[in-house]
C-alpha cells in the first residue's frame, strides 16, 4: 500500500531545502541513557505534562517523543534545542514561536506505540501521521466513524483480505491531511476523500467546498515499518521526499 520507503541514517544533519520534505524516525522504548538526554531539554511545561502521564512506560515515550523533537528542530535551526519556544495554534497544530528569518520551519510529530515520526519542510505546511497495526474485530464500525461515505463504499467492495490494510491506508491519509490543515479533529472526516483501495497511490480525491484543495496539498504513502501504516500530506508540487533515521536511537535493554 505505501510507496517504497528506503530509511537512511546521516553522518551528518541533512540540509533541508524548499522542495523537500524530511521524514525522520525513531523508537520510542530507549536506554536510561538516552531518556535522560531527552528530559534535559523539554521545557517547564512540557515536564509538567510528562508527569501526569499514570503510566510510567507513556511517561517514558512522551519524553523521548519530544526531546527527539526539540532535538531535530535544533538541528534545523541551528538553535540550542533546549531554549526552543513551541507552542500550540487555535487548532492545536504546534509551531516554534519565534522562527528565524528565512527558515519558517513546518513540522509535525506523529506517534503510535513504541514509535514516533517527525515531518519537516520549509515554507509549505506538513502534516504526517503513523499508525500501529492492531487486530480490528470492529473494523466496520470504526470506519463508519471516521470515513466518507465514498471510502465506506470502497471498503465494502474488497475482500475481507484486503479491508485491514485499506482501513490503515485511509486512517492514516485522513489524519495526515488534517494535520496538514491545522484543523485537527475540528474539520468533519466525511468532507473529504483519500484513495484506500491496495495498489492506488496515495491521492486526496475530494474537499468539500474546496476544489482547489486537490491541486495545493499532496499525499504520499509511507513504510513506517513492520506493522505500522504512515503517510505524509504537504503543500505544493515538485516536492521530494527523503527518510531518516534518527542517529542515538539504542532501545533499552
Same mark, same amino acid.
Given at each position: 500500500?505505501?510507496?517504497?520507503?528506503?530509511?537512511?541514517?546521516?553522518?551528518?544533519?541533512?540540509?533541508?531545502?524548499?522542495?523537500?520534505?524530511?521524514?525522520?524516525?525513531?523508537?520510542?522504548?530507549?536506554?536510561?541513557?538516552?531518556?535522560?538526554?531527552?528530559?534535559?531539554?523539554?521545557?517547564?511545561?512540557?515536564?509538567?505534562?510528562?508527569?501526569?502521564?499514570?503510566?510510567?512506560?507513556?511517561?517514558?515515550? /512522551? =519524553?523521548? @517523543?519530544? $526531546?527527539?523533537?526539540?532535538?531535530?528542530?535544533?538541528?534545523?535551526?541551528?538553535?540550542?534545542? &533546549?531554549?526552543? +519556544?513551541?507552542?500550540?495554534?487555535?487548532?492545536?497544530?504546534?509551531?516554534?514561536?519565534?522562527?528565524?528569518?528565512?527558515?519558517?520551519?513546518?513540522?509535525?510529530?506523529?506517534?503510535?506505540?513504541?514509535?514516533?515520526?517527525?515531518?519537516?519542510?520549509?515554507?509549505?505546511?506538513?502534516?504526517?501521521?503513523?499508525?500501529?497495526?492492531?487486530?480490528?474485530?470492529?473494523?466496520?464500525?470504526?470506519?463508519?466513524?471516521?470515513?466518507?461515505?465514498?471510502?465506506?463504499?470502497?471498503?465494502?467492495?474488497?475482500?475481507?483480505?484486503?479491508?485491514?490494510?485499506?482501513?490503515?491506508?485511509?486512517?492514516?491519509?485522513?489524519?495526515? /491531511? =488534517?494535520? @496538514?490543515? $491545522?484543523?485537527?479533529?475540528?474539520?468533519?472526516?466525511?468532507?473529504?476523500?483519500?484513495?484506500? &483501495?491496495?495498489? +492506488?497511490?496515495?491521492?486526496?480525491?475530494?474537499?468539500?467546498?474546496?476544489?482547489?484543495?486537490?491541486?495545493?496539498?499532496?499525499?504520499?504513502?509511507?513504510?513506517?515499518?513492520?506493522?505500522?501504516?504512515?503517510?505524509?500530506?504537504?503543500?505544493?508540487?515538485?516536492?521530494?521526499?527523503?527518510?531518516?533515521?534518527?542517529?542515538?536511537?539504542?532501545?533499552?535493554?
Amino acid at each position: 500500500m505505501a510507496e517504497e520507503t528506503f530509511w537512511q541514517t546521516a553522518a551528518v544533519h541533512p540540509t533541508l531545502i524548499p522542495a523537500q520534505v524530511h521524514l525522520w524516525r525513531t523508537p520510542l522504548e530507549v536506554s536510561d541513557d538516552r531518556l535522560e538526554r531527552c528530559r534535559r531539554l523539554l521545557s517547564a511545561e512540557e515536564a509538567l505534562r510528562a508527569q501526569r502521564f499514570h503510566f510510567e512506560r507513556d511517561r517514558r515515550r /512522551f =519524553i523521548v @517523543a519530544r $526531546g527527539t523533537l526539540r532535538t531535530l528542530l535544533g538541528a534545523y535551526l541551528r538553535a540550542d534545542p &533546549a531554549r526552543i +519556544e513551541l507552542a500550540n495554534g487555535p487548532r492545536g497544530k504546534p509551531a516554534v514561536v519565534h522562527p528565524q528569518e528565512g527558515r519558517t520551519l513546518e513540522f509535525n510529530l506523529s506517534h503510535a506505540a513504541d514509535l514516533a515520526v517527525y515531518a519537516f519542510s520549509l515554507g509549505r505546511w506538513v502534516g504526517g501521521d503513523v499508525e500501529a497495526h492492531r487486530p480490528l474485530d470492529d473494523l466496520r464500525r470504526l470506519a463508519g466513524t471516521v470515513f466518507s461515505p465514498y471510502e465506506l463504499a470502497v471498503l465494502d467492495s474488497l475482500p475481507p483480505a484486503e479491508q485491514f490494510p485499506s482501513f490503515y491506508a485511509c486512517w492514516t491519509r485522513k489524519e495526515a /491531511f =488534517i494535520k @496538514a490543515i $491545522g484543523e485537527g479533529l475540528y474539520f468533519p472526516l466525511d468532507h473529504f476523500d483519500v484513495t484506500l &483501495a491496495p495498489g +492506488e497511490p496515495a491521492r486526496l480525491l475530494r474537499v468539500q467546498g474546496d476544489p482547489a484543495a486537490l491541486h495545493r496539498w499532496q499525499m504520499a504513502a509511507f513504510d513506517p515499518g513492520a506493522g505500522f501504516s504512515g503517510a505524509v500530506v504537504f503543500e505544493g508540487a515538485e516536492t521530494s521526499l527523503s527518510f531518516w533515521h534518527v542517529v542515538g536511537h539504542e532501545t533499552a535493554s
